[in-house]
């Protein structure tokens, strides 16, 4: 119904898929509907982190069609100068602030904006603590607890208090099924990556799910860690947590500190947004959690996180890890083979327990 309503307006299958079913709703009047009271959500301003091109496409339009502000502040793909990236990343931000300010008509509360760094730094911090005990065998989680947590990336809640709590009592318990042994998939044999795209409609689960009736289990993928955590990688390839300044003993004080720390997580410490390195980083999480295969989902309604994904699988074989690519759609059912995904899982799964 929201495709067709897009498409109706002459936004095809190869616009942003997630973001097409939005602007679908919009066309339709649903979008920003609370279903319970039968009011609409009316924001002043779009604030986008920017990570692909199909974002900047689709909330440009939504501000058209709302008639609100747009801000944008991209997080800049790097592969020569971190320092030129970093100080990109934080201009954008103190523009931001000033744009902010003139929209809303206050000015910046730095307490807050201090607060909410923190809160995102500590949810991060869990959120990579979480993804590096998925290293245990048995995997503590699936994938689909992972997508779970990493729903509160999506919504742009991590700065708040409560959800940062949230994320601490969340490590608490993973680390106590760590030790206690207690697996998500009790018959785990064969430890899977699933990289790319998944369905934002309800087959979610089945494609998730599917490989357990041959022992495997999906526990992780670059995407999952990487929008959620921040990581600090060894010479020997090995994943660990990076040191903040509030844990030197450095608390946060300021606007810029907060946008230096900000600018540390997403630009140095976050493997997802490394763009340009993403195949060798796919490779190296693989290693360091050591799968014995891993699954890529090409959706061509999505130029983020397909980017990189055909070279990842290339880089992984080639290292002598299996790798098999299947083609979906997030939002459009039709693009997704379900019994094509399962004859390739049902061959997949056997090469690797044949292995
Ligand atoms: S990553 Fe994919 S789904 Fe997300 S905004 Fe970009 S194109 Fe759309």
Known sequence: ????????????????????????????????????????????????????????????????????????????FYFQSHEIAKKHFIDQCHQAVEKLEKTLGRKCDDEKLVEGTKNELRTRLSMTRIALLQRTVPAPLKQRHLGSLMAFQLRGVTHRC??????????????????????????????????????????????????????????????????????????????????????????????????EALAKVFLRYSPFYQLFQRPELRLSAAKDWEVDGVVFALDRGCVGITSGLFESALVVKKAGIRATCYETSSTYPPDFDEKGYQRLMDMFLETLRTR
């Not at 609370?34 to 496409?57: E, F, M, R």
Request: charged content about 20%; overall charge negative.
């Open 1 to 76: 119904m929201f495709n067709q309503a897009a498409e109706a307006k002459g936004y095809g299958r190869d616009c942003c898929s997630t973001l097409r079913i939005a602007l679908g709703a919009h066309f339709m009047g649903t979008f920003g509907l609370d279903a319970t009271t039968g009011k609409h959500l009316h924001p002043d301003v779009i604030v986008n982190v920017i990570i692909c091109q199909g974002q900047v496409k689709s909330h440009q339009l939504h501000a058209e069609y709302l008639g609100i502000p747009n801000i944008n502040i991209e997080l800049p």
């Open 162 to 259: 409560d959800v940062a709590d949230f994320f601490e009592l969340a490590l608490e318990e993973v680390k106590q099924r760590t030790e206690d042994g207690i697996a998500a998939f009790e018959n785990e044999e064969l430890r899977l990556f699933h990289e790319g795209s998944l369905p934002w409609y309800a087959k979610i689960g089945d494609v998730l799910r599917y490989p357990e009736r041959h022992g495997g289990v999906y526990m992780g993928s670059l995407n999952n860690f990487g929008i959620g955590g921040c990581f600090v990688i060894d010479e020997q390839g090995h994943w660990g947590v990076p040191q903040f300044p509030s844990e030197k003993g450095h608390e946060i004080k300021s606007r810029d500190e907060a946008f």
